[in-house]
């Protein structure tokens, strides 16, 4: 079942449909295994978490094979967003990833709800990024392969944590007086990895915002000097990291090239990364003619005379 689930994944990873990835999972089943785990180690059960560890890794290793096999097999198509969206995990992908694992620890727990959708949920956070990293690796892309399998191994490990103190809560706690810390202990070593996790997540997710605001005040000093430039309008702006320089490249359409005298003008009102020493700006202009019934708006000769 594992297996015809990434056969599914994979082609709605490749086709870029969120509705494919998400209806592939109807048919996966991870969360057993680790839901296994969790109640093994809050319950001193070491046959079960002895059982439920190989039947996790089979569970892996038939959906990264299987991944990397189709991935060879389809190395000619291009790589979509669906699959870039799953190579760069940060804090906020191991949040989500302990609330479903607290869903679907409590589901299992509950005889109200039914663990089926809930096992639905938590495998979407498991399969596609799984997918996505025997899919890059298949083709060379081992940035991009680590990235997939940090955000899988994550959620496994946000998962079970989560799982486990659902379950003590829920009374699931062995038979000893001090069940309270020997689950404490069973747990440490997954305790530490999320901690880890935690921490190296957050510095991404704290450098994706900081970056994401530096793009934003850029973009706002591009756009108001559209406003200055007769006719012209900030279409696009790229950003590209080139040893301790920040190459921002804006392209607009405009009537009128934008001259270097204007570029030169322009660039030193950008700020710097903190990560850079320098910037260079290039302005990219496209030509365009805006036009309406009584004539031509803009005309490059009388904007320039």
Excluded at 251 to 269: H, I, K, M, N, S
Aim: a positive charge; aromatic letters at 8%.
């Amino acid at each position: 079942m594992n297996g015809l689930a990434t056969v599914v994944a994979c082609y709605g990873l490749f086709s870029n449909s969120p509705a494919v990835v998400i209806g592939a999972m109807i048919i996966a089943m991870l969360l057993g295994p680790i839901a296994g785990v969790s109640l093994g180690l809050v319950d001193r059960n070491d046959a079960l978490v002895w059982s439920a560890l190989p039947t996790l890794a089979g569970g892996f290793l038939v959906v990264y094979g299987t991944a990397f096999l189709l991935g060879f097999l389809n190395r000619n198509l291009p790589l979509t967003d669906e699959i870039y969206s799953r190579t760069t995990p940060n804090l906020m992908d191991l949040m989500i990833a302990l609330g479903g694992g607290a869903a679907g620890a409590f589901s299992m727990i509950s005889p109200r709800l039914s663990v089926a959708f809930v096992g639905v949920a938590i495998a979407t956070a498991l399969v596609p990024p799984l997918s996505t990293s025997a899919i890059c690796l298949a083709r060379g892309e081992y940035a991009l392969a680590f990235g997939s399998f940090l955000l899988a191994f994550t959620n496994i490990v946000a998962i079970q944590v989560a799982g486990s103190v659902v379950m003590w809560l829920g009374g699931y706690r062995g038979n000893l007086k001090t069940a309270r810390f020997s689950a404490l202990k069973r747990n440490f070593l997954s305790l530490v990895v999320l901690c880890a996790l935690a921490i190296f997540l957050g510095k991404r997710l704290q450098n994706l915002i900081s970056k994401q605001i530096y793009e934003v005040s850029v973009r706002k000093i591009l756009t108001s000097a559209a406003n200055e430039h007769t006719g012209a309008r900030l279409i696009d702006v790229r950003f590209q990291e080139q040893s301790k320089q920040t190459l921002v490249v804006a392209v607009y359409r405009t009537p009128t090239p934008f001259t270097p005298a204007e570029v030169g003008a322009l660039e030193p009102q950008l700020p710097l990364r903190r990560e850079t020493t320098s910037l260079e700006l290039r302005i990219r202009s496209v030509p365009t003619v805006v036009a309406s019934k009584s004539g031509y708006l803009y005309s490059s000769e009388d904007l320039f005379h």
